[in-house]
């Protein structure tokens, strides 16, 4: 139960909320559902950008890349500091040089090779785990 | 179906994107654009975009193809009505749409497609026979 005076946390704590990443559909719609989660905790119109922009660079990715997965939206929060944290999930083929892809303008031929390192500079934390043959996780955080 | 309408407007055609783009929405809008510039032998786009709070790679790109495809055409392609938290974004995304013009207004852009018509004319008038 939540105590009167407590900040009231704007989402499920113990539980993230995950949304598949299938088609171009799911990708908008993971853009709406950071968008409603940044407002909520109270980020700035910039802030609320940027994070939103970060996410729909990986589901893009994820989509496009991955062969589709998962996205888990938690709300975080740590030294009484109130965040977003994304976990992007696929069982694609993996990246096999992360290095390689993580600079800017490496391009599998559909964007401007920004995906990676511009959604890496649009968050505070960016953390990436990929195996060939086995899938990636990506996993942003960016505090309000 | 959602449809992003396009306005002739003087010699340019212009186009106010309001709703989040996706890629039928997208491949839709830029074979719509060639078809109408041909159509209509405008000299500029302007795309408006004064309604969107994310502009990502894959919108980024789609101005790009569509500007790319305007120059072919013939015609000068105008982003306006940016808003300033996706300017901020876009530096650190690092796209900087090469190619395209920005204004801050759709009267400001449609000024700079005007001027450039200028100048093409002068260009050909004064042009080596």
Request: no cysteine; net charge negative; charged share 10%.
């Given at each position: 139960m939540q105590r009167r005076g407590k900040r009231r946390t704007p989402f499920n704590v113990a539980r993230p909320d995950r949304f598949q990443i299938r088609s171009a559909e799911d990708v908008r719609r993971v853009r709406q559902e950071v968008q409603v989660r940044a407002m909520k905790l109270g980020f700035r119109a910039v802030d609320q950008t940027k994070l939103v922009t970060a996410a729909s660079e990986i589901a893009r990715n994820t989509l496009d890349h991955g062969q589709g997965g998962t996205v888990d939206m938690e709300f975080v929060e740590r030294n009484g500091q109130f965040g977003i944290s994304l976990t992007f999930e696929d069982r694609g083929p993996g990246i096999a040089d992360i290095a390689e892809a993580m600079e800017d303008g490496f391009t599998t031929s559909t964007g401007f090779g920004l995906g990676l390192p511009g959604a890496k500079r649009l968050v505070h934390e960016f953390r990436i785990q990929s195996e060939t043959g086995r899938g990636t996780k990506v996993v942003l955080v960016r505090w309000s | 179906m959602e449809e992003i309408p396009i306005i002739k407007l003087g010699r340019s055609l212009l186009v106010s994107i309001q709703i989040d783009m996706h890629d039928r929405l997208a491949v839709a809008l830029e074979d719509e654009l060639s078809e109408k510039l041909v159509e209509t032998g405008a000299k500029g786009v302007i795309i408006d975009i004064?309604?969107?709070?994310v502009v990502d790679s894959f919108v980024g790109r789609t101005l790009a193809n569509i500007a790319g495809t305007a120059r072919v055409l013939d015609a000068q392609t105008v982003v306006v009505g940016m808003r300033p938290q996706v300017a901020i974004t876009l530096v650190e995304l690092g796209l900087?749409?090469?190619?395209i013009k920005t204004a801050l207004d759709v009267e400001r852009g449609l000024a700079i497609v005007n001027a450039t018509q200028g100048e093409t004319a002068d260009t050909i008038q004064r042009g080596p026979s």
């Open positions: - | 004064s309604g969107l709070d900087t749409l090469p190619g």
